[in-house]
Every structure is written in C-alpha cells, then in structure tokens.
C-alpha cells in the first residue's frame, strides 16, 4: 500500500525548548491514526508541523513521496485539510458559506465559489448530519455545532490528507461517538489518510486503526491499535495505573483507584 504522509526523525523546539524529536511515523490511505499523549506533551505542536504551519528544527516530512518543504500553500490546501483545535469567531456568515470555503484552493484567484462548490458543501453538511446548520450565523451557533461546520469544511476541501487537533472538543458524547465514525467510515470508503491528536485514549480505542504514544517528546509506543492499546502502554503514557475492561466485544480503559480522578 503507497504511503501518503511520513514523517522522518522530526524535531522541534520553542527557543531553547525542545517539544518532541525523533519522531517517524507513516500515514496509510484509508486508515485512521490516532496521536495520543498527555497535555502539553507536543500533539498540536506536531499536527502543526504536518500542516507546515510550523517548520520543524529537524527531519523531513513527505506527503506521497515529495518533501513538504517544496509545497507552495495553494499545494499544501489540495493535499493536507486541518481541522483545528482553538476556534475563532469570523465575519458573519451562513454556516454554508464557512464549509463552501474549504474550496479555496480549486478556485482562481478573486473567483467565487460556483453551483458545484455549493453542491459539495451541502453534501458535506449532510455526511455529518448536519443540514440544519445551513443557513445559521456561524457566529452564533454552539461550540459543538462549530467543530461539526469546520469538519465539513474540511470535507469540502476534498483533500487525501486530514488532520485532526483534539476533534471532539466542545462535543457532547452523542456528537463524538457520530463524528468519529463518520470519520472512520468516510476514511475507509474514501481511502483518505486521517491523523488525530486526541486526549480520550477511550474514543482511540474505539475509532483507531493505528495509534502513536508521544512521552517526554518521544514516541513511547507505535503500531497497530490491537498491539499498542495495552495496560501496560497506557498506564505508561498517562502515570496512573490503568486496566482495561471489556463490555460488549469493546475494550475500555479505567484508572484502577478511581479517586485518582480527583488528582486530574
């Protein structure tokens, strides 16, 4: 199987801090990655280097074979869509008009978006079920019903690569459980390459092909979610003792003293 994204040794840092290094992974098509580590340990930082909004003090990144250091910003919008994890508020538009922006980048310059880039976007409100939120001020809609406007636009932009930064923020457990298996779906059926920084090494568990550790800037554990999902790997990554229950054929993760909850 072509890979679509690797990522070769990378490193960063903020002045004379060092984030993460060494960090190689590979992104397949079709398949859904998940980035897991505690807070502050780099998963933004990464996601932002993949996206070359950040360059990185070291290593290379190709996304299918070609360095993404020589893609132009108008090649890294065709390939690589965002979803991010902070929102803004923006000039008052309809939602449609948000999610028809994710067509910039197959648009001429000074061009509006025409009847087809309308098409797509409608089709992508409706991959989420969200078609109510059409034509609603997105300034005024919830945060939840934000994430769910900036993923479509996302899908609207049609590119083979997507990132994910924290996508369940703001997000009632309805609203994670149907984005996340829509995403695993759509990434299945569409051969897209997903790669999600996520907190919820829960909803990792459930949604994830594969999973990346990062502890202490460095990848702890890689590989498929059947090999890396353990007790020990996650007790590992997150310094609580952990044990893994399993309800349904689905396997969940617990801290063993559930007062340590109390010390979050």
Do not use: W
């Not at 897991?36 to 933004?44: E, F, V, W």
């Not at 309805?174 to 996520?198: D, F, P, W």
Request: proline share 4%; glycine share 6%; hydrophobic share 40%.
């Amino acid at each position: 199987m072509d890979l679509m994204l690797e990522c070769i040794d990378l490193g960063f840092q903020y002045r004379d801090k060092i984030v993460f290094s060494h960090i190689s992974f590979q992104a397949l098509p079709g398949r859904f990655c998940a980035i897991l580590g505690r807070n502050g340990s780099g998963k933004t930082t990464l996601i932002h280097c993949l996206n070359h909004i950040l360059n990185p003090l070291s290593g290379r990144i190709l996304v299918q074979g070609r360095d993404l250091a020589s893609f132009s910003r108008n090649d890294i919008a065709r390939t690589i869509s965002l979803l991010p994890q902070e929102q803004i508020d923006i000039f008052p538009y309809r939602v449609l008009d948000v999610v028809v922006m994710g067509r910039a980048p197959f648009l001429k310059i000074a061009a509006r978006p025409g009847e087809k880039d309308y098409t797509i976007a409608e089709e992508a409100l409706r991959q989420l079920n969200a078609q109510d939120l059409s034509h609603r001020n997105f300034n005024r809609i919830s945060g939840g019903e934000r994430q769910i406007a900036l993923l479509a636009r996302c899908l609207a932009q049609a590119a083979p690569i997507m990132l994910l930064d924290e996508p369940t923020n703001h997000l009632d457990f309805n609203h994670q459980y149907h984005l996340l298996s829509t995403m695993g779906r759509l990434c299945r059926e569409k051969g897209i390459s997903v790669v999600a920084a996520m907190h919820d090494p829960n909803l990792a568990a459930m949604f994830a092909d594969e999973i990346i550790m990062i502890k202490n800037g460095r990848v702890m554990a890689k590989g498929v979610k059947e090999e890396v999902m353990t007790e020990e790997n996650i007790s590992a990554l997150y310094d609580m003792d952990i044990q893994k229950l399993r309800r349904n054929a689905e396997t969940f993760f617990s801290p063993r003293d559930i007062s340590l909850n109390s010390q979050l």
